[in-house]
């Protein structure tokens, strides 16, 4: 999925804007436990993590020694009727210089949960598993050799202790600086990013 990016303040700082997560649609297979299932996060369930945690780390490639920010520092994350959804201003100086360099140096979004409540379901032939509540530990965003496992979708990375798991969303970073889209236009990439064929 396309990020907006634009460099700000003489090009020392990088706004980035983007979704760590499209509600409502479903992930690749993931294998789990002997378990294969798509997976689908429900509307609301990153509202309710985003209101019940005190913070939020913005992390660079899951890396606790590359804080980007947190939602109490500058961080707007947010779900909308999309999604979950980053804003952020990156004053890492070596993450806006690769920018600067390479815009596909930047390659997806990733965020790290632990569910709280899930349910499964049959459709078809697969299982589905509904995550209706979650509790988010820390969204990162990737960049160079770190690429999310599955492209354009969702997918499983790690799960440690039976509890804590990620998710990976790829991207191809916009060449384009500024977008102004039109009100049909962004109707349209609305329902594209839900699954619809207009």
């Known amino acids: 999925m396309l990020p907006f ?47 019940r945690a005190n913070d939020v780390m913005l992390l660079f490639n899951h890396k606790e020694d590359r804080v980007l920010g947190s939602k109490q520092n500058g961080v707007r994350m947010f779900e909308n009727d999309i999604g979950l959804k980053i804003e952020a201003e990156i004053n890492d100086e070596t993450i806006v210089s690769k920018v600067k360099e390479n815009r596909s140096f930047l390659n997806g979004w990733s965020f790290g949960f632990i569910s709280r409540e899930q349910k499964y379901q049959t459709k078809d032939d697969y299982q589905q598993r509904l995550i209706s509540d979650l509790d988010l530990i820390e969204v990162s965003l990737l960049g160079g050799m770190t690429k999310p496992a599955y492209p354009s979708a969702t997918a499983i990375e790690v799960r440690s202790d039976g509890t804590l798991e990620r998710r990976f969303t790829e991207f191809e970073p916009s060449t384009v600086e500024s977008v102004d889209l039109s009100r049909y236009e962004n109707l349209i990439k609305y329902y594209n990013l839900k699954g619809l064929k207009i």
């Not at 990016?5 to 993931?30: P, Q």
């Not at 378990?35 to 689908?40: A, Q």
């Open 5 to 51: 990016i634009e460099f700000r303040n003489d090009g020392k700082t990088l706004f980035i804007s983007g979704f760590a997560n499209i509600t409502e649609k479903e992930s690749n297979f993931i294998s789990e436990n002997g378990k294969t299932f798509k997976e689908i996060i429900l509307p609301k369930a990153f509202d309710k993590a985003l209101k």
